[in-house]
């Protein structure tokens, strides 16, 4: 155990109290930018959770994760341009489809393991890619103009710091969810799959349906992330889940620090702003960014959040040794 | 049946094309156990080395070879500099090391060369079209592409199975400690292997240049269908990425070209044309779904793993 006061919870503290009055910041500082970037990279952060269940708890590394993003955006997307904007239709129409689609997929992807999982997930995103570039009805390549948000009585999604709390209340849910979930009977089911999926099976767990479930709840809940994200830019497009953007969400785990509560959001604040700060430093701020994410591969494997934890751990004997124990 | 055979001859061409990405991929991964999506990278490079070299000496004949030499070097200081640090890691540090290397490479191109595309021209003695057969007349250009193809899959099997570099290849695919207690300076033979590999995706991208335009991340879907080429094929053989490209190139184009008009019989007009785009796109993926489904390591899985 580590003390309570330490600087990996100080760091989430910190970031979570700031979350929490950007909006009374940026209306008194009057720039509406700032809530409008935190907004996306909440909503980003989101659905790096998602696929943190998944490829951080379950081993499962998915990189086709972006695909429910646009599939939850398409709900969306879909139903507004046929005059259905009521909200308690639509969220249940992108997490059901999100939740269908993950289940087809996943059906198939998971017989398959290592190298074939990742490229298999990856080729599965991209059939989601082309059929939303083929819907002609509904914009094709050149993606859908959302001109009404999504109707809730009582919420208007219009309003920018509701719309920014509405979403920072869910990635906090889904952030809770997903930590129930890996600390129940369930979620140890699936670790133990993930280091080692035969001994699983032989103490008797049918560990392709714990799997499949787990893919599922991933799919939902970033299928979730889609729809936020559609009324956020009030546009969906296939770029939505172009390949690289399943990419950005593994870089936002891995750089965050996978298997760890907080390692998503971490990694998407990070990420962003500091996508934000390159491209306002150069032009070509990839040519930066991309060597970076090779240091971090190299040198940094437990991520912002695996540095914060040695951080923590460091005045303590023996402290090293309990953090590789946890990590598996 | 002149235009099926014309598809046909299409397919083989771009399962030609696939073959040359697919089996660097294929060996890197086969050899090195490395994952490497910087590989449209190099193709992409290869393109545009042969767009520069080409117009810089003037002749095809002339730029083809420096640009083939060129993606060689890169792959290999891209071996020295990054890949030689990733081996033996997991493969998720592979997907987002050459993640991050695909990003260094667009940029690095944009700022090279800039954000326009640039264009190969054939020299003219090789934008003519020969008779195949009786009354079909196909660009020699391709034809050239699947024969030169075919003879660097001949040399490809000759080096691997018939040399002794490619014994040396084959035992450090086995075993990477033992051939290198036998003296074998295995650190070198990795950075070869792996500039071969370079070569071959450089290759492919000069080949499809002049029926392409040369652009930023060019390389980037075709490396995905060459992904379900190696998946298909069994992931480390290269035999395997032989048959599944020429299998994959001619679903592809055999689908574009013809399931719109079957799907036209069972469909009303309006919703065959919404939906043939799509699926036809689609059909590729289906078809790995489909055989992974039967075969989970693909149709030829690599032996020794």
Known sequence: ?328 | MIYFIEQCLNGVQLGMLLFLLAAGLTLIFGIMDLVNLAHGSLYMLGAYFAATLVAWTDSFLLGVPLALLATLVVGMAVEVVAMRRLYGRDHLDHVLGTFGLILFFNELVRLIWGPAGMTLFLPSWLNAAVPVLPGLYYPLYRVVIIVVTILVALFLYGLVMRTRLGMLIRAGASNREMVGALGINIKLLYTFVFGLGAALAGFAGLMQAPILTVQIGMGENILIVAFVVIVIGGIGSIRGAFVASLFVGMVDTIGRAFFPDLLRLVLSKEAAATAAPALSSMMIYLLMAAVLVLRPEGLFPAANR
Request: with cysteine.
């Open chain 1, 1 to 328: 155990m580590t003390p309570m006061v330490n600087a990996r919870n100080l760091v989430v503290a910190a970031l979570l109290a700031f979350l929490l009055l950007l909006p009374v910041y940026a209306g008194v500082t009057g720039n509406p930018f700032l809530l409008t970037l935190f907004t996306r990279i909440v909503i980003l952060a989101l659905a790096a959770t998602s696929l943190n269940l998944i490829l951080g708890y379950g081993g499962m590394v998915s990189f086709g994760h972006a695909a429910y993003l646009g599939i939850g955006g398409y709900a969306i997307g879909i139903l507004a341009s046929e005059g259905i904007t009521s909200g308690f239709v639509q969220w249940p129409v992108a997490l059901i489809v999100s939740a269908l689609v993950a289940l087809i997929i996943g059906l198939f992807c998971l017989r398959t393991r290592g190298v074939y999982f990742i490229m298999i997930t990856l080729a599965f995103a991209q059939m989601v890619y082309y059929v939303a570039a083929g819907l002609a009805r509904y914009g094709g390549d050149d993606g859908l103009t959302i001109y009404r948000r999504s109707q809730f009585d009582g919420l208007n999604l219009s309003n920018k710091p509701t719309f920014y709390y509405l979403c920072l209340a869910l990635l906090l849910g889904t952030i809770f969810l997903v930590w129930r979930l890996v600390n129940s009977r369930f979620g140890l089911v699936i670790q133990g799959a993930r280091s080692n999926e035969r001994r699983m099976q032989s103490i008797g767990f049918p560990t392709f349906r714990y799997r499949l479930t787990c893919f599922v709840i991933a799919g939902t809940l970033c299928g979730l992330a889609g729809a936020l994200l559609a009324n956020h830019t009030d546009f969906v497009s296939p770029a939505m889940m172009y390949w690289t953007r399943s990419g950005d969400l593994i870089v936002m785990v891995v750089l965050g620090g996978m298997s760890s509560t907080f390692g998503p959001l971490i990694g998407a604040v990070a990420l962003l702003v500091l996508e934000e700060a390159l491209s306002g430093l150069t032009e070509y701020w990839q040519i930066i960014l991309g060597p970076l994410l090779l240091l971090v591969v190299l040198f940094a494997r437990g991520g912002i959040d695996g540095l914060l934890e040695a951080a923590s751990l460091r005045p303590r004997l023996g402290g090293g040794a309990d953090a590789k124990v946890r990590r598996g």
